[in-house]
């Protein structure tokens, strides 16, 4: 293997390295968007990006949310995110995961790996063959999904008691995403009372979800349909970029509270969402309860701790929403203001 590795100067971040290896086929880009709070802990996503460019947009707007995540969740990891160019049912192969271990390694732990999108805990195992930077492997904590599912559920419970006072009972949720997420959170969902339609562009893995629990409590809806359903709660957990200006006039939803990374189409869809009467839960808040399952890991893994702290996740909702209302922000504007306080102490 012949890896070489690129330095890109983003003013933005503390480090981003593009690495390639043609004998394996490797492209990659790490970005480290800050450690002012410890190593920056983010997933690595596999994605068949058109475009190198589009990879390193993604890459910088994922590792700079984690800082945001990892500073909301009061963990001491800075955020970080990596990507690897290609199809990963088609050019993940072990030899390619290696090279792109040492790619990790080459940032000799300021940067420190997980799954995300496109990578699984077995994917981590053959990474910490030949690195020690890895999180998530199937010996440890595993496959953070069923922890982010769990906390954005105890998120939208949160919401629900604050719209209604109540229970899911009777709550129209909208998913948008059926993957290892999305249908954990549907299964908790409908568990739970509420009645949900879902969408995905694998047409299987809806219809699976409406076969098991019938199509009056789990409707299947086409995937240009589910942003614009009569619900009370939205939920992105498919990619991000979703949400902008183009759709907020045709949401009817009355809450947004989602497992997506990076909904917002950027940072000034919140305040239109709130002029249009939408309430939008900061998604880095939302979701964080895989990263917080793999945190553990740091101090030996706790799974009883980790899913304390996941629960604690809407305590954290509850309260940043009461410190928007009582500042006349958004939450998402009270979010960041919590998450660059800590930051920046810790940076002194």
């Not at 002012?36 to 589009?54: C, I, K, Q, S």
């Not at 990963?88 to 192969?93: C, N």
């Not at 030899?95 to 390694?105: D, F």
């Amino acid at each position: 293997m012949t890896l070489r590795s690129e330095s890109l100067h983003v003013p933005t971040h503390e480090e981003v390295v593009s690495f390639s290896d043609d004998d394996v086929g490797l492209r990659s880009v790490i970005a480290v968007h800050s450690t002012a709070l410890g190593p920056a802990l983010g997933g690595t996503r596999f994605h068949p990006f058109a475009f190198v460019d589009d990879a390193v947009t993604d890459v910088l707007r994922l590792s700079e949310a984690m800082t945001r995540k990892n500073s909301l969740a009061d963990l001491d990891f800075g955020g970080g995110k990596a990507v690897i160019i290609g199809d990963p049912a088609v050019d993940k192969r072990p030899e390619l995961l290696r090279a792109y271990g040492q790619a990790v390694c080459a940032l000799e732990g300021r940067y420190v790996t997980a799954e995300d999108v496109g990578t699984t805990p077995a994917d981590m195992d053959v990474i910490a063959t030949v690195c020690s930077h890895v999180t998530g492997t199937s010996a440890a904590s595993g496959d953070p999904s069923v922890a982010t599912a769990r906390g954005v559920h105890g998120a939208q419970a949160a919401v629900v008691r604050r719209m209604s006072g109540g229970s899911f009972e009777g709550c129209h949720v909208a998913v948008m995403g059926a993957g290892k997420v999305g249908s954990l959170l549907v299964e908790s969902l409908i568990a739970s009372g509420a009645r949900v339609s879902v969408a995905d562009v694998r047409q299987e893995a809806v219809a699976a979800l409406a076969d098991r629990h019938g199509t009056e409590t789990c409707r299947v809806v086409g995937v240009e349909e589910i942003l614009t359903q009569s619900c009370d709660l939205l939920a992105p957990c498919a990619l991000g970029g979703v949400l902008d200006s183009a759709v907020v006039g045709s949401l009817r939803c009355r809450a947004i509270v989602g497992a997506a990374n990076n909904q917002l189409g950027d940072d000034s869809v919140a305040d239109e969402l709130a002029a249009a009467g939408v309430l939008y839960v900061p998604d880095f808040v939302v979701n964080a309860g895989g990263v917080i399952n793999l945190a553990q890991e740091a101090g030996g893994y706790d799974a009883r701790d980790a899913e304390r702290r996941t629960d604690a996740i809407a305590d954290t909702v509850a309260d940043l929403l009461d410190e928007a209302d009582a500042r006349n922000v958004t939450p998402l504007a009270a979010a960041l203001e919590r998450a660059r306080r800590r930051v920046n102490a810790a940076g002194r």
